[in-house]
């Protein structure tokens, strides 16, 4: 049985529109944020396109994806971080062509915490497939209170 919490849905306030899209990054350092740099959607200003940081400008249920192309024969791992902890990753790697990954997850966020996209291991992008293959973006779902 689901429980809702004290406020009913009549009284609670809309969610507010927080969502942000970026393409890039042109270069990768490992364990570093990856910097998306051509920001399309940043509703909320909650991403910064000089950092690749996006911070949490409320509480609750946000979902992020990551999608990225790799060089052929490149054993690759990308992830998306909190606060510096790894969330999620995925290994990217093809032998014989180049490759795509996407990451896509829910994440439960305080106000004030950070999430970035990271290379944890071996990230060689490629833009083969457009600028637009490579891309960062995160929504708010729900605020929770």
């Known amino acids: 049985m689901y429980l809702e919490h004290n406020i009913s849905e009549e009284i609670r306030p809309p969610t507010p529109l927080i969502m942000f ?3 890039g990054p042109s270069t990768v350092v490992s364990n570093q944020p990856l910097i998306f740099s051509s920001v399309f959607e940043n509703f909320g ?5 000089a950092t690749g940081l996006f911070t949490s400008p409320f509480k609750g249920l946000y979902i992020f994806s990551l999608s990225m192309c790799t060089h ?4 690759a791992r990308f992830g998306i971080k909190r606060d510096g902890s790894i969330i999620v990753s995925t290994r990217v790697i093809d032998e014989k062509r180049h490759s795509c990954g996407t990451i896509v997850t ?9 999430v970035h996209a990271e290379c944890v291991q071996n990230c060689k992008v490629t833009v083969l497939y457009g600028n637009s293959a490579n891309l960062f973006a995160g929504s708010l779902i729900r605020t929770l209170y």
């Open 21 to 23: 899209a970026a393409t």
């Open 45 to 49: 200003d909650g991403y910064n396109a």
């Open 72 to 75: 052929l024969n490149i054993d």
């Open 106 to 114: 829910p994440v439960v966020l305080t106000k004030g915490q950070q």
